[in-house]
């Protein structure tokens, strides 16, 4: 059996060590799009930080990992085009691979804000390496540095900006600071936190214009200032790399659309990682998660089932982990809550602590940790397993703080709850 892998980001290195032990037969091929080892973006900001070498970003150590394996890794290779009928892939050397079974699993890239001036130097994205190394060569102590979004991508540079001495500003286009991670609450204590770290934010704020001015940027916003900089740094989203599958039989809607096997609408083919739109274990239709746990549930997954081992994937659940300048938050599930569902929720505003927990009839399914983590597992573990809280729905609505307490006694009679697992 021959297998090509497209992307060599965590989904696509543990498809291929997992196809390596399910298929010790069969040939195994890694292409990744850029000229390095396969690496983790979320590794990025401590590399920017400088508490990592770029080499410590890599997400297997050991030079000859692959080889060892039997893995063919090529780097600096992307898949330009698909020919699902003669189960060939064209690359942009212009080579053709000829697979019995591929993997999709080529990641998402960044979106420029419509903005006129994005282009010009010193506005820069931070996504790759290379962006990274821009980066580090451009900030030095009080370097002015506007970063325009302050959702997941921006909020994760934060600290190796303010660890730089940089002057920060903050430009927020939705009316609270990680809009899709947190309710008005949260949001609101994360501002303040990063203010009270001297960093300025402006949300609801938008960028009209990026101009030049001498060695100087100027930024000019929708509420009429104009911001100096000497950095632009770009973060307003992410979108999955499928415009190579436009006219081929892949259904794509979001993503490349997936059923419980990883599998697309094409047998022979299956995606993972972030190109993928798959089950959704909070909600009844498919959706893409662009974080690095579920990336590696789905390409473990994704290679059982390409090697004939058949196994189905339970759907992922929305889980963002973030630390912010030393302020760690996270919000699993449904955090937004349900329509006709309760909550219960603690604000310690001096003590920048907030929890919030979102029930569904008697079931835990949602919730925002701020500044708390040590229940986090016990959390993670109520919703997913979707188990019934009986009396202990009540007594949570009074008392959320009494969650390990409620998990304790669920678990004393009998009650499976699966723990919470790292994946690399």
């Not at 060599?8 to 291929?16: D, N, R, T």
């Not at 309710?183 to 009209?208: D, F, M, P, Y």
């Not at 029930?359 to 040590?374: Q, R, T």
Request: net charge negative; proline share 5%.
């Amino acid at each position: 059996m021959r297998y090509v892998i497209a992307g060599a980001g965590p989904a696509g290195v543990i498809a291929a060590e997992t196809l390596r032990q399910a298929d010790p037969s069969g040939t195994v091929i890694l292409l990744g799009g850029e000229n390095h080892a396969p690496y983790s973006r979320m590794a990025i900001p401590y590399l920017l930080k400088g508490n990592i070498p770029p080499q410590g970003t890599h997400l297997r150590h050991d030079e000859a990992h692959y080889q060892k394996l039997g893995i063919e890794y090529r780097q600096n290779t992307q898949l330009n085009r698909l020919d699902t009928q003669a189960k060939t892939v064209t690359l942009n050397s212009g080579e053709t691979l000829p697979y019995d079974r591929l993997l999709i699993a080529t990641g998402s890239h960044p979106v420029a804000p419509p903005v006129k001036g994005v282009a010009l130097p010193g506005v820069h994205p931070c996504w790759t390496l290379e962006d990274a190394a821009a980066l580090q060569e451009r900030i030095s102590d009080g370097s002015r540095v506007v970063l325009v979004g302050a959702g997941f991508i921006g909020t994760i540079v934060l600290d190796a900006l303010v660890s730089r001495n940089a002057a920060i500003t903050v430009i927020e286009s939705e009316a609270r600071m990680v809009p899709r991670m947190v309710n008005e609450q949260g949001g609101a204590l994360i501002r303040a936190w990063c203010e009270s770290k001297g960093v300025t934010v402006l949300t609801g704020t938008r960028v009209q214009e990026i101009s030049q001015e001498g060695a100087a940027l100027k930024v000019m916003l929708s509420n009429g200032k104009t911001l100096p900089a000497d950095l632009v740094l770009t973060a307003t989203g992410v979108k999955p790399n499928i415009a190579f599958l436009k006219d081929t039989p892949v259904k794509t809607a979001e993503g490349v659309l997936v059923n419980d096997h990883m599998q697309s609408s094409v047998p022979e083919i299956y995606a993972a990682g972030d190109v993928a739109q798959g089950p959704d274990y909070s909600l009844a239709h498919s959706s893409v998660h662009a974080i690095q746990p579920t990336a590696a549930d789905h390409g473990r997954i994704a290679a059982l089932n390409m090697a004939g081992k058949e196994t189905r994937y339970r759907g992922s659940l929305v889980m963002n982990t973030v630390d912010i300048l030393g302020l760690i938050f996270y919000s699993f599930g449904q955090w937004m809550g349900v329509e006709g569902g309760d909550h219960a929720e603690v604000l310690e505003e001096p003590e920048f602590r907030y929890m919030r927990l979102e029930f569904k009839e008697n079931h835990l399914v949602g919730a925002i940790y701020i500044g708390n983590f040590e229940q986090i597992g016990v959390l993670r573990g109520l919703i997913q397993s979707a188990i019934p809280l009986g009396e202990w729905k009540q007594k949570l609505m009074e008392n959320p703080k009494r969650l390990m307490e409620a998990y304790l006694m669920l678990t004393d009679k009998g009650l499976k709850i699966p723990a919470m697992t790292l994946s690399a």
